[in-house]
């Protein structure tokens, strides 16, 4: 055994004298300059990085290994060691001119020098630095032409995202592809009613937002239809193309992980007056929230002056019962006439503020990668958990992901991309006007003398569960009781992802196959307590969502050379399956309190269900052919048959060709440019790509109804089907530049773009004597001409310091040149008050006016645009349809920049829209309200309209009370005056990090390669005209999402935390 023991020692004593000292410097091959930081890796795992002087010193085992250099920018090398002790290693900047690999249609991977049409691309460090619950958000400001809006219900809420404006009067949604499978990214709303009953709008979320930006490796936007021809009737409005992260080529188990932590603040709170509070007429007295006072049945702010001492019986004012037991004024089930003591009538400046917490969002990601016998693989567990700003709202995420790549032969590649997804939501917030949004009671009627604190305490004492305690009980819910009892849960299960196989027959001739499945299961669950104002026993409702899509495709392709010419030709086919249904049982009636069952219900059930299915075979053909590195030419074409076009009797007109030419030419190959001119190319390309229908336009189907004494009803659809209708068609050229100065320092990417959208599918409205409302044709021909500009820069770039900064300007405009009926203008939608038509805003279009004009009432004025005052000195309606504006901006700047010094490094980005205007119903609510800054100024002596007389023609001098100018004025019947510039600057994200290059052994940490600690905001600063609202949210109307209107929206979030990975 001694023995033994003895030649332990002497091995590793023998092991540790033959270890080999390598020494050197790394430079810059063009220029000399010493390379700092640079990663040095040996092939048995032990490393280290190179000084600030470009030196390093590392201890490997064995002479017959390899040292591999590595640095972002500069090509790899590696160096077989043989006998060297001192290696200096001179590393090629990399030439993005001639290297940019973007991933465009199909998956397919191609040299951007190649490409007739502008791609522009996003890589993981700018997805995922400064974590959001919804990844689309981090695009905002990034790309030129893509614009992304957010909904208004804070974490878990939808993003919308345009790319290139709109130019569809039904569809402008953009494809979303995974590795090559299309996935989706639809917001299903619950079933709703519009009467001022029933459930409200709950966003739950888009579908994209569920993936990961820890697995993301890059986004890539395909613009226009040249870049998506190939994706067919589905591309019309662009794709988004997510690459997803593979496992690391390296030797050995490599693992990652990064956690995140920010906390969330209200942030754009409505700037209130604080100097009047409850009440009517400057009266007001507290009786039982219902009219026993005075004025107590309503919740204006246009009651006594606050904070002058006044005494004054409030809803949280003391009661003594004749038991000694003290009550408040709201406890209205409590007592029986006695006197409600007055309390101090004081203002309450920070109810909002008070009502809002601080949000905190952690994100923890863990990924391991390694290396097998002919393969990698990925994989990944990311565990997101937000609590949001508003009480009792949050975002529970968790993700699985594994990527796979297998080489069973020399010529077969196995490749396979899954992700397991599970959300889920103890509470979302409505949205919209009504009594199940807290902002209905907060913000636009609200009082300035309610002190939100007394709301905290929701049941009245010893009827907990059944009588909620509230400030007003006409129209009100108390907010915590809102948030706390009338949830709205979900849970869902998805699962997206695919498998492929890729073999080369020879060299030349290769097939792939794919198959990709998106399936997605989700349950919702609605209660409502007792006591509340729309359900008064208590409501209960179960909604199931279900969705499944598969795509299956093949791809043959034969690549050549033929002296000065390269060919490239490919032909596959699709089959798309989708099919969603979406089912929502509900009884508005509880028997008992409480108890949230269907078999709870004290009255018939209602059930509302739609189904849907949908099939398209797809073929598709590309040819690529190049000239002498400076010309190449691209030529697609692409076949679909849609299943919604079909009808029972016939599959005549479901076929539809899409074809597509593109071509680059560079000029820097093909002639010598001036010294300062590094890489030029010129491009250009035609398109036509289609936009067919959903389901069930074609012919008749039965839909459901509500019960009739506790059975189904069924009636046909309320519009008149098509069989003859036919996929909308976009056909689009686009010209553009790409020049570099100055060995890539200076970038000018500039794009023309000019699309014309032609056989609209559009609902027309007809006689309802009809029996049907509206009747589906095709019709109407929109312009869409736009400019795009990518300037790109690095005016810094020392061995030290560099600083890297891009703008992203884009303008479009969408132009009616034709609709289907000549006279008067055609509604695409509409956002309203309830059903009422005069609190309506509508979205129309007409011979001659753009895309995202917007309509509504205002007042009357003269040819000098003067407004009409009558003869008691107020504004005169007019309910004629008057345009007020238009929703789209002018244009939008995103400024980006990103430094190095040394191991720091920082971003920021602006985020600039210019133009366009948005109606806000919360501006317009609260001012009559009298709840907002704006209504503040009450002189004793009245408010003189500025205009003139309608009879005289002179200028008005007839003075009305403070009341009743504002709540005229800004009358919510007539939106005129409540429309605002929706312009805005936002300072969007910014991040200051320090990454530390370790050694082998650090802390005792083995293999650490890297560790990186930042802070980091998110949507840190906004300067825009309105005081009350970001112009960024969208409202929400039916089952959709509805731009240039924002209702009763929560406040945003200001983001600050912090960010730590570490990469072994």
């Known amino acids: 055994m001694k023995h033994f023991f003895m030649w332990v020692l002497l091995l590793f004593a023998s092991n540790s004298f033959s270890q080999i000292k390598i020494t050197g410097t790394i430079t810059q091959k063009n220029t000399g300059e010493k390379i700092p930081y640079v990663s040095i890796s040996s092939s048995i795992r032990n490393g280290t990085t190179s000084d600030i002087n470009g030196e390093y010193s590392i201890e490997i085992l064995e002479k017959n290994t390899y040292l591999t250099y590595s640095s972002l920018g500069y090509k790899t090398q590696k160096i077989a060691i043989g006998n060297q002790t001192v290696i200096n290693i001179q590393l090629d900047e990399i ?50 032409g893509v614009t992304i809006s957010q909904g208004a219900t804070g974490v878990g809420s939808s993003s919308k995202i345009t790319i290139r404006g709109e130019a569809s009067f039904s569809n402008n949604n953009p494809l979303f592809v995974v590795d090559g499978t299309p996935i989706n990214n639809n917001t299903v709303f619950n079933f709703t009613n519009e009467a001022a009953a029933g459930f409200q709008e709950i966003d739950f979320g888009n579908g994209a937002m569920e993936v990961n930006a820890d697995d993301i490796e890059s986004v890539t936007v395909l613009k226009g239809p040249s870049a998506a021809a190939l994706y067919g009737t589905r591309a019309s409005n662009g794709v988004i193309v997510i690459k997803t992260k593979d496992g690391t080529k ?53 009651g006594p002056r606050l904070d002058t001492g006044n005494l ?51 994100s923890n990601n863990i990924s391991i990668n390694d290396e097998f016998d002919s393969g990698s693989y990925r994989l990944s567990f990311t ?34 991309s899954v992700s397991y997804v599970n959300s889920s939501s103890d ?144 032909f596959g086919g699709n089959r798309l399956d989708q099919k969603a249904s979406t089912k929502q049982s509900q009884t508005t009636n509880l028997a008992q309190p409480g108890i949230f069952s269907l078999n709870n219900a004290a009255s018939p059930i209602e059930v509302f269900q739609f189904n849907s299915q949908k099939r398209i ?98 009636s046909n659809q309320n519009f008149i089907p098509n069989a003859n209708l036919k996929p909308e068609v976009t056909t689009s050229y686009e010209f553009g530049a790409d020049v570099r100065f100055f060995k890539d320092r200076l970038s000018v990417d500039f794009t023309y773009y000019n699309a014309t959208t032609k056989d609209q599918i559009i609902s027309l409205p007809i006689p309802i004597s009809s029996g049907y409302n509206q009747q589906v044709v095709n019709g109407g021909k929109v312009n869409t001409t736009g400019v795009e500009i990518i300037l790109g820069g690095t005016p810094i770039k020392n061995k030290n310091f560099t600083w890297n900064t891009i703008f992203n300007f884009a303008t479009n405009k969408s132009v009616i040149k034709d609709l289907p009926q000549e006279n008067g203008r055609l509604t695409l939608a509409y956002s309203r008050i309830y059903d009422s038509a005069n609190q309506t805003v509508w979205f129309q279009v007409e011979e001659g006016g753009e895309v995202g004009d917007f309509y509504g ?55 600039w829209r210019q133009g366009g205007e948005i109606v806000s119903r919360t501006s317009a609510l609260g001012n009559v309200g009298g709840q907002l800054a704006e209504t503040s100024f009450r002189p004793d002596t009245g408010i003189v309209a500025q205009g003139v007389n309608v009879n005289t023609g002179q200028p008005n001098t007839i003075a009305v009370s403070a009341e009743s100018y504002y709540r005229k004025f800004y009358d919510r019947n007539h939106e005129e005056n409540n429309v605002y510039d929706a312009s805005f600057l936002k300072v969007r ?53 509805v731009s240039g209107v924002e209702d009763m929206s929560y406040a945003t979030s200001r983001s600050l935390g912090f960010k730590v990975a570490f990469n072994f």
């Open 312 to 362: 004054i019986a409030q809803f949280d004012s003391p009661v003594n019962l004749p038991n000694g037991t003290i009550v408040r004024g709201g406890d209205t089930s409590l007592y029986n006439g006695l006197p409600i003591t007055p309390t101090l009538f004081k203002s309450n400046p920070n109810n909002l503020k008070d009502f809002y917490q601080t949000g905190i969002t952690t």
């Open 857 to 911: 009432t205002g007042y009357k004025k003269n040819a000098e645009g003067q407004f009409l005052i009558d003869d008691n000195g107020s504004y005169i309606a007019d309910n004629t349809l008057q345009k007020l504006g238009n929703y789209n901006p002018d244009f939008t700047l995103g400024w980006s920049n990103s430094f190095q010094y040394k191991n720091w490094n920082a971003s920021f980005l602006f985020d």
């Open 617 to 714: 075979n797809s073929l598709y053909g590309i040819a690529k052919l190049g000239y002498k590195d400076y010309l190449y030419i691209d030529i697609t074409g692409r076949n679909d048959w849609s299943s919604a076009l079909a009808t029972p009797f016939s599959v005549d007109g479901t076929s539809f060709f899409y074809p597509s030419i593109s071509s680059s030419f560079i000029l820097s190959n093909y002639t010598k440019l001036p010294e300062n001119i590094s890489f030029a190319k010129l491009r250009a390309s035609a398109a036509q790509v289609g936009n067919d229908t959903n389901p069930y336009q074609t012919s008749g189907a039965f839909v459901s109804q509500t019960t009739f004494n506790g059975q189904p009803t069924f």
């Open 383 to 416: 565990n997101l958990d937000s609590e949001s700003i508003i009480p009792g709202v949050n975002l529970d995420r968790k993700t699985v992901a594994l990527k796979m790549n297998f080489n069973p032969t020399e010529t077969t590649k196995i490749t396979s």
């Open 989 to 1041: 994200q910014f991040s200051i990090g320090y990454t530390l290059n370790l050694n082998e052994g650090f802390l005792g940490l083995q293999d650490v390669s890297t560790m990186n600690f930042s802070f980091i905001g998110n949507n840190l600063f906004v300067i825009t005209e309105n005081p009350h609202f970001d112009p960024e949210q969208l409202a929400v109307q039916g089952n959709g999402f």
């Open 250 to 302: 390296k030797k050995g188990l490599g693992i990652s992980i990064n956690s995140s932590i920010t906390f969330d603040t209200a942030f754009r709170l409505p700037d209130f007056q604080n100097e009047y509070g409850q009440g009517n007429s400057d009266n007001f007295k507290y009786g039982n929230g219902l009219g026993n006072g005075i004025n107590d049945n309503i919740t204006y702010s246009w």
């Open 95 to 144: 030439e993005t001119n001639l290297n940019e690999i973007v991933v465009t249609a199909l998956g397919v991977n191609r040299n951007t020098k190649e490409l007739g049409y502008v791609v522009q691309e996003i890589k993981s460090k700018d997805i995922s630095e400064i974590k959001t619950p919804n990844f689309l958000d981090n695009l905002a400001g990034k790309l030129a």
């Open 427 to 570: 509470n979302r917030p409505a949205n919209g006007y009504g009594s199940e949004n807290v902002n209905y009671s907060l913000v636009a009627w609200g009082p300035r003398s309610l002190n939100i604190n007394s709301l905290r305490n929701y049941w009245q004492p010893g009827l907990e569960g059944v009588q909620q305690y509230s400030f007003n009980y006409t129209y009100f819910d108390n907010p915590f009781f809102i948030l706390q009892e009338n949830t709205n849960s979900f849970n869902r299960d998805r699962l997206f992802g695919n498998v492929a196989i890729n073999h080369k027959f020879t060299e030349n001739l290769s097939i792939s196959l794919r198959s990709g499945m998106d399936y997605s299961s989700e349950k919702r669950e609605f209660k409502r307590n007792f006591s509340s104002n729309r359900f008064k026993n208590g409501a209960h409702a179960e909604h199931d969502v279900f969705y499944r899509e598969i795509n299956t495709e093949f791809l043959l392709n034969y690549k050549n050379n033929f002296g000065y010419f390269s060919f490239d030709t490919s």
